[in-house]
């Protein structure tokens, strides 16, 4: 059995890692802007690449397990905190504390669900799927993200998904350089603005790829 400790550990170091995976994955679908034909192609063969290299298939695996290990001890550590906390409208934690530290679990819990509606709309489809081929013979996971995302009520969930994301990120990523001794007084401040625009330009960098292509495909 883990102690809370390492826990806040596991859940630190993977939640980080995570943090890097989605700014890998935002500069790769930046390739959604491009004029469609151009990135037809382009995030076509980017998506052929990702799915052919060994090396890149060693690193999905460590991904679905940190998701996967993420998601668990955040819930271990919600269930935990509930527990020993009690009520905070009777501690004065919590009139310190941000709305989002004490609704990660909430947080958590809508990234989580959406994640699921994401890979079952793209991943699934794209490895277990028989999508069209484009004119260089790959598959046309370009073609499936703009159906998709014609979507309104798609685009909606998504930018909604997002807003949860950021503040799961701002908060998660100043309480990870808390557990990893990051907080000192000469770094702190700095640290924290660091995560805020990180997890702002982030995360509304992905809210804006659905609506851009909402309103340029309709």
Avoid at 8 to 20: E, H, N, Q, V, Y
Avoid at 49 to 73: C, T
Avoid at 79 to 90: P, V
Avoid at 147 to 170: D, N, R
């Amino acid at each position: 059995m883990l102690s809370t400790l390492s826990r806040k550990m596991l859940m630190c170091l993977t939640g980080l890692f995570l943090s890097f995976f989605l700014l890998i994955h935002f500069l790769g679908n930046l390739q959604l802007f491009l004029p469609p034909e151009q990135a037809q192609l382009q995030f076509n063969a980017y998506s052929h690449f990702l799915s052919g290299n060994i090396l890149i298939k060693m690193v999905s695996y460590v991904l679905y397990a940190s998701i996967i290990m993420h998601a668990l001890d955040g819930l271990i550590i919600t269930l935990k905190n509930k527990k020993t906390r009690g009520n905070y409208q009777s501690d004065r934690r919590g009139r310190a504390s941000t709305w989002s530290s004490r609704n990660m679990g909430i947080l958590g819990t809508l990234i989580l669900i959406f994640l699921v509606i994401h890979f079952q709309n793209f991943w699934y489809v794209y490895k277990f799927g028989n999508p069209p081929l484009d004119s260089n013979g790959n598959k046309d996971l370009y073609t499936l993200v703009v159906t998709v995302f014609k979507e309104w009520w798609y685009v909606i969930i998504y930018v909604i998904s997002m807003v949860a994301l950021c503040y799961h990120l701002i908060h998660g990523i100043y309480s990870a350089t808390r557990t990893l001794g990051l907080y000192h007084p000469k770094f702190v401040q700095w640290f924290k603005t660091a995560g805020i625009v990180y997890s702002v330009v982030i995360c509304a960098g992905f809210a804006l790829m659905p609506v851009y292509v909402f309103f340029t495909a309709n």
